[in-house]
Every structure is written in C-alpha cells, then in structure tokens.
C-alpha cells in the first residue's frame, strides 16, 4: 500500500522558513516523479515543485521559484519542501504526489497517482 505522509506544516510570520517533508513508502518510486502542490480555500490546486526521484531534474512554479527548494533524501525515501521568505499568501494545504515518468516534469495534478493527507501552513504578516 502506497503511502505519502507529510509533515513540518505551521503557523509562521512573514519572512521566516519552514520545511515540509513527505515519507514514501509501499512501492518502489525510481520510476516516478515526486511533487508538492498546494491548494488555499476557494482555489485550485497549484503546483509547486517537483523532482526525478534521482533528483537530477527539478522544476518549481512561478510563484515560488527562488524562495521554494525542492529535494530528495533517497536514503531515507523522503521528498522535502525547503521554504523561505515565506509570505502570507503562501498560506495552504500543502500535498505531496508521485507519478510515473512520463519523460517530463508535470505541473498537472491528474498526472500524479498517489497524494499525501496534506499539511497545512499559516503565514501570518
């Protein structure tokens, strides 16, 4: 059984840090992509970043690019969301997803199979 669990969610003022971690377990996930997606009320879910599984590749989104890390821990199975400058509309659930290698890094949520609970972030100015 599949399972994305995260954690380091928050409440924090503007301008500090926090980092999210997703623990992957229940399969093998070399052949997948890992992404953070993020959804506030009343609005579509956003991507974030992603990675190759090996970490070679990373993509992240507009909104966030230079503030926002993503990175793998192949050792320990562990996708994490580095994230600074933190600002409050950076306020959201925040998930974590694997989907297949489809020879590029999607922003799509529908090309991601297998989602996390979700951890929630506060920004508060």
């Known amino acids: 059984q599949v399972q994305l669990v995260e954690s380091g969610g928050g409440l924090v003022q503007a301008g500090d840090s926090l980092r999210l971690s997703c623990a992957a377990s229940?399969?093998?996930?070399?052949?997948?992509?890992m992404g953070w997606f993020r959804q506030a009320p009343g609005k579509e879910r956003e991507f974030v970043g992603a990675?190759?599984?090996?970490?070679?590749?990373?993509l992240h989104g507009d909104s966030v690019k230079g503030r926002f890390t993503v990175s793998m821990d192949i050792a320990k199975n562990t996708v994490n969301l580095q994230m600074n400058s933190l600002k409050p509309e950076d306020t959201a659930d925040y998930y974590c997803?694997?989907?297949?290698?489809?020879?590029?890094?999607?922003?799509?949520?529908?090309?991601?199979?297998?989602w996390g609970q979700g951890t929630q972030v506060t920004v508060s100015s």
């Open positions: 229940g399969r093998t996930f070399a052949s997948y992509n």
């Open positions: 990675l190759t599984w090996s970490g070679t590749w990373t």
């Open positions: 997803a694997a989907g297949p290698d489809i020879g590029r890094i999607s922003r799509t949520p529908s090309d991601y199979d297998y």
